[in-house]
């Protein structure tokens, strides 16, 4: 199983990104999909997350700029981010709680990280 991210980036403050993240591989199902971002001097913390069902939850700063969504045809997950701060400037990795077949327990799986500057 492996997590590919898409969509970092430079872009001015106020500015947009879609970040996208696919799963692929052997995959019987997805349980929470979620993003997190980590800077150089913080630890990584969790941005937004999407459950199966499609219920959300956002770190507070973040929340009302950006939405979380996956397509489970697809085994994607999206984060758009709208009205962008520098303080947003990151490195952004996907994760996925998946299960490869329905005997084996859920595995928690990263992706490489996409880089998303904010300029101000």
């Known amino acids: 199983v492996q997590l590919q991210a898409f969509g970092g980036g430079l872009v001015q403050a106020g500015g947009s990104l879609r970040l996208s993240c696919v799963a692929s591989?052997?995959?019987?199902?997805?349980?929470?999909m979620a993003w997190y971002r980590q800077t150089p001097r913080n630890q990584r913390e969790l941005v937004a997350q999407?459950?199966?069902?499609?219920?959300?939850n956002y770190a507070d700063s973040v929340k009302g700029r950006s939405t979380i969504s996956r397509d489970n045809a697809k085994n994607t997950v999206y984060l758009q981010m709208d009205s962008l701060e520098p303080e947003d400037t990151a490195a952004y990795y996907c994760?996925?709680?998946?299960?490869?077949?329905?005997?084996?327990?859920?595995?928690?799986?990263w992706g490489q990280g996409t880089l998303v500057t904010v300029s101000s």
């Open positions: 591989g052997t995959i019987s199902s997805i349980n929470f």
């Open positions: 994760y996925a709680q998946i299960r490869q077949n329905r005997y084996l327990p859920y595995r928690n799986y």
């Open positions: 999407v459950g199966s069902g499609g219920d959300t």
